[in-house]
C-alpha cells in the first residue's frame, strides 16, 4: 500500500450541524469506493486567526490509479483541497517546518495587526470629541457663509437680514470682536439699509411668556405692529383651564409638581428629556398658573379631589319655611 492524499475541505459562515452532516457524506462515499485497500481518518480543526474558520481534515490512504481516480472525483465534486503527502519521511519533517513556519509568520502579522488597531481605535477614542466639535463648527461656518452673496466687484460677501432695533450696538461689538479674534486685515462693515419691505414679526420674550407666545403662535402670528396676543393669554389661558378644572386639591398637586421643575430648572435644562417630560418641563410657568387659578376656583366651588369641601357655608341663600327645596327658588330669602 501506497502513501496517498490529505484532504481538507470548509464552509465559511455555517453553522457546525451542516459541516460536520458534510463530512458523514464524504467519509460515506470514500468507503463506497469499490476497493478494499482504502483507509481514511477524520479530523476537526477549528482555526482562529482572522475570525473563525472551521475545517474537516481528511487522511486518505489508498492503492492503484483507478482509487485515485474516483477519490479526486470525489474530492473535486465537494470542493476539498488537495495536498500530496510525501512518502520519505525527511520529505515530510521539511513540509512540517515549512507549515509551522508560515503559520507562526501568519500569527506574528495578525497579532501586530491587532495591536495597530487597538492604538488607532484608542487614539480615535480619544480625538473623538474634539474632532465632532471641530466638524460642528465647521459646519456651522459653511452653513451661515452659504447663505451670504458674493460680490465679485469688491470681492466680498454680502450679508442682508433683520435685526432688532436695540440689538444694533451688540451686533456691531460683535463684529468687532469677530474681527479681532479672526486676525483679519479687513472689519466688517455693518450699514443700516432702508427699505419698503415689511419687517418680520419679532416678540422678545423670557422664559416666563416664551410658553405662552409659542401657544399664541401655534394660531397664528401677528403682523409687525399688531397687537400681541401672548400678554393677554398670560391671563386668559390658565384662568380658563381653571374654570373647567375648578378642584383646589388637584391644583395643590399640580403645584408642588410644578415646583419641582422650577426649583431644579438649570439641571434640567442642560439634560436631555423624554418627549413628554420636555414639554412639560418646557410649560412649567403655565403649569403655574394654571395650579394657581385652580386652587382659586376650587376653594370658590368647594371641590377638594372631586369631593364637596364646604370651608365656607354653603349658600348665601336659605329657606324659609319648609316647603323650601331645590326645586323651588321662590320661597327663599338673601342673607345679607
Not at 487614539?123 to 465647521?138: A, D, F, H, P, S
Not at 460677501?157 to 456691531?172: M, R
Request: aromatic share 14%.
Amino acid at each position: 500500500m501506497e502513501w496517498g492524499w490529505v484532504f481538507y475541505m470548509y464552509l465559511q459562515n455555517h453553522t457546525l450541524k451542516p459541516r460536520r452532516s458534510l463530512l458523514n457524506i464524504f467519509k460515506t462515499l470514500i468507503i463506497q469506493t469499490p476497493s478494499n485497500k482504502i483507509l481514511q481518518s477524520t479530523s476537526f480543526f477549528p482555526q482562529t486567526l482572522v475570525h473563525v474558520v472551521e475545517k474537516n481534515v481528511f487522511l486518505v490512504f489508498f492503492s492503484g490509479e483507478r482509487a485515485k481516480s474516483k477519490i479526486l472525483k470525489i474530492c473535486e465534486a465537494f470542493g476539498a483541497n488537495r495536498h500530496p503527502f510525501a512518502e520519505d519521511v525527511g520529505e515530510q519533517e521539511q513540509s512540517i517546518t515549512e507549515a509551522s513556519g508560515k503559520i507562526s509568520e501568519i500569527k506574528t502579522t495578525i497579532d501586530a495587526g491587532l495591536l495597530h488597531r487597538g492604538n488607532l481605535l484608542q487614539t480615535i477614542g480619544e480625538e473623538y470629541e474634539q474632532w465632532n466639535l471641530l466638524v460642528r463648527r465647521e459646519k456651522s461656518i459653511y452653513h451661515t457663509l452659504n447663505m451670504l452673496s458674493i460680490d465679485l466687484t469688491k470681492k466680498c460677501l454680502v450679508a442682508e437680514g433683520w435685526s432688532p432695533i436695540y440689538a444694533t450696538e451688540q451686533i456691531q461689538d460683535a463684529l468687532e470682536r469677530a474681527t479681532i479674534d479672526s486676525n483679519s486685515q479687513v472689519g466688517a462693515i455693518f450699514q443700516v439699509l432702508h427699505t419698503k419691505e415689511l419687517p418680520p414679526t419679532f416678540f422678545r420674550t423670557n422664559k416666563f411668556t416664551d410658553s405662552f407666545q409659542t401657544i399664541v403662535d401655534a394660531y397664528g402670528v401677528a403682523k409687525y405692529q399688531e397687537a400681541n396676543l401672548g400678554v393677554y393669554t398670560i391671563v386668559t389661558f390658565p384662568f380658563l383651564f381653571a374654570v373647567t378644572f375648578g378642584d383646589w386639591g388637584h391644583g395643590i398637586c399640580l403645584l408642588l409638581a410644578t415646583l419641582v421643575l422650577i426649583f431644579k430648572e438649570k439641571k434640567y435644562s442642560t439634560q436631555k428629556l423624554g418627549d413628554i417630560i420636555e414639554m412639560t418641563f418646557e410649560g412649567r410657568y403655565v403649569i403655574l398658573l394654571m395650579s394657581l387659578f385652580s386652587i382659586y376656583t376650587g376653594l370658590i366651588y368647594n371641590e377638594f379631589f372631586s369631593v364637596p369641601f364646604e370651608l365656607f357655608s354653603p349658600s348665601v341663600y336659605v329657606c324659609r319655611d319648609a316647603s323650601c327645596g331645590y326645586s323651588s327658588t321662590s320661597p327663599l330669602n338673601h342673607i345679607l
